[in-house]
């Protein structure tokens, strides 16, 4: 992988030989620190036939919105046809935050389609030679629907209860992509968030067969690898918030949840 998003980094959607050499004018090119590029990587190498889940959490600031937001467009550009949900608890939330990231990192020349009433969506391609592949915005408050996606984008999933989040597993199963996946972003409050990722406590996937690849991975996100964060915002929140939410806000410690109970 190089050190940036393009057409050619993220390999949700594995494309023939021939196919994998073919250049166009209009190109998604992205800046990403250390740790974004742990989860490109994740992605990129995993097996076709594979079904990825990933936490990406910490502290705040860490970029995690900016990173799903771009993973969409991404996974959208390389995969024409392709379905994937982008999801917050609040809809509002969600289009304040992670649809508007969204927008911003749409290139300029690119086909896009827009519609803004409920439910949201962008349909992206590269050029008219390839279907539009669709990037659905929904909030997780209700029942999502019975859509069938290739990648799920979960923001703040500490918000998220953990049943929604079980009732999307089985919505992966979409086609044309080749290799399926969840990815959640996070901050450590108690939860399913800090059990799965942090402290490893997932469900028991052992009596699955051999030819099925389900694998689960963890980054930590960290304010310091942020370059787009404000100057300030650090120490700023380190004077303000108290000793449990500087450890889970600033610090990104799990541990911290224990101790702001007690």
Request: charged share 20%; proline share 7%; with cysteine.
């Amino acid at each position: 992988l190089s050190p940036r998003w393009s057409t050619s980094s993220v390999t949700a959607c594995p494309n023939s030989a021939s196919e994998a050499n073919v250049t166009t004018a209009t190109e998604h090119v992205y800046s990403v620190s250390e740790t974004q590029h742990q989860v490109l990587q994740l992605i990129a190498e995993a097996p076709v036939g594979s079904t990825s889940i990933i936490g990406y959490g910490g502290a705040a600031g860490g970029a995690k919105t900016n990173t799903l937001a771009n993973l969409a467009l991404e996974i959208g550009l390389q995969c024409p046809g392709s379905n994937t949900l982008v999801a917050r608890h609040d809809l509002t939330d969600l289009k304040e935050t992670t649809l508007a990231e969204f927008d911003l990192a749409l290139p300029p020349g690119i086909d896009v389609r827009k519609y803004d009433s409920p439910p949201i969506y962008r349909d992206v391609r590269l050029d008219s030679s390839k279907p539009y592949s669709r990037i659905w915005f929904k909030h997780l408050k209700d029942d999502p629907g019975s859509t069938q996606y290739g990648w799920v984008l979960i923001d703040e999933g500490h918000e998220v209860a953990i049943a929604r989040v079980l009732y999307l597993f089985t919505r992966l199963r979409h086609t044309p992509e080749k290799k399926w996946g969840l990815v959640v972003g996070f901050n450590p409050f108690p939860g399913w968030c800090v059990d799965w990722f942090m402290k490893g406590q997932y469900p028991d996937m052992r009596g699955l067969p051999p030819e099925v690849r389900v694998d689960i991975h963890f980054v930590r996100s960290r304010m310091e690898d942020n370059p787009h964060l404000r100057a300030g915002y650090r120490e700023t929140q380190e004077a303000l918030l108290d000793p449990y939410l500087k450890a889970i806000m600033v610090d990104g410690d799990p541990d911290a949840a224990l101790g702001g109970l007690l």
